[in-house]
């Protein structure tokens, strides 16, 4: 088995068996994509069944030396996986990779913006322009739903529940779940709707799909983001944001006003709770709040 063939056939369980997601599965393409170019420029010849722990010990110091710690972490995690694999199929009876650390890494906390800057950020679309009412909506629904952009540009019409006031949402690995949507955002879709993408020629295989680009076909993930820097620049917000970071002041803002920590991991389509409490560590003065309010000796 050669490297081209072990990573044809890693990508392939990873979307088959796992149900990953085309840009994990890129991503995970990736790491083993840094070792073969490792080993092509240092002229090693072994394949991923006869590579040394040495070896990929050898590239994890070279690693180091021109990336960060949270992504080598992120890459060392990328090759056990797949060495893993290796191991799951018989091809390989150790993985290389068993005694090599992660480096310490602190949790990362997420950017958030506050509700005077993300309403700074909306009022600051151009509504004269066709394009501001589906922008204004969009991010009346980044904001009000959580949504992952991926989740946004991949929403659809028949995923609209509006008299139940929810949404479906699709999420990682085709993962469905429902959010709840409020009055003002539904508004918004809705006059995006009727007055701006009911006036459309809707490309073929997109009728469905809610937010259109100007020649009737999905926006890309690309176009999104470039949508919030503009504005981003426009208001002068001094902070690098993304469509990620209305994700982020959705669930933060949830838990400072007091929403529960179960309902905010459902709502965001976390699997496990442990990736919902980075949000507790982005403000505490709640949690001060809460005891004061209902600890019984207060």
């Not at 092509?40 to 994890?60: G, L, M, R």
């Not at 949504?147 to 946004?152: G, I, N």
């Not at 006003?257 to 990736?275: F, K, P, Y």
Request: net charge positive; charged share 25%; glycine share 4%.
């Amino acid at each position: 088995m050669n490297w081209r063939q072990a990573q044809k056939e890693y990508q392939h369980y990873l979307k088959i068996e796992r149900g990953l997601a085309e840009n994990s599965v890129e991503n995970y393409t990736r790491d083993v994509e840094k070792l073969i170019l490792f080993l092509h420029t240092n002229a090693v010849t072994q394949s991923p069944i006869q590579i040394h722990k040495e070896t990929v010990q050898q590239f994890i110091y070279e690693l180091a030396k021109v990336v960060n710690p949270r992504s080598q972490a992120r890459i060392i995690s990328g090759l056990k996986s797949f060495f893993n694999y290796l191991v799951f199929e018989d091809y390989r009876q150790d993985n290389p990779m068993d005694l090599i650390e992660s480096p310490k890494i602190g949790r990362k906390l997420p950017d958030t913006l506050s509700e005077d800057e993300i309403n700074a950020l909306i009022q600051a679309i151009d509504l004269s322009k066709n394009e501001g009412e589906r922008n204004r909506a969009m991010l009346e629904t980044l904001y009000g739903c959580g949504l992952r952009v991926s989740e946004l540009i991949g929403l659809k019409i028949s995923d609209l529940y509006f008299e139940e006031d929810f949404i479906k949402v699709t999420g990682k690995g085709d993962k469905q779940r429902f959010v709840p949507i409020s009055h003002i955002n539904k508004k918004y879709i809705n006059i995006y709707r009727n007055e701006i993408r009911v006036h459309q020629n809707i490309q073929k295989g997109f009728d469905d799909i809610l937010f259109l680009n100007r020649r009737g076909r999905q926006l890309t993930r690309a176009m999104v983001f470039t949508i919030v820097r503009q504005l981003s620049e426009k208001i002068g917000l001094n902070k690098t944001i993304s469509p990620h970071t209305f994700r982020h002041s959705f669930a933060t803002h949830l838990l400072e006003n007091g929403a529960d920590l179960r309902a905010i991991q459902q709502m965001l389509g976390h699997e496990s709770i442990t990736t919902t409490e980075v949000y507790v560590h982005l403000d505490r003065s709640h949690l001060t709040k809460i005891i004061n309010d209902f600890h019984p000796r207060k």
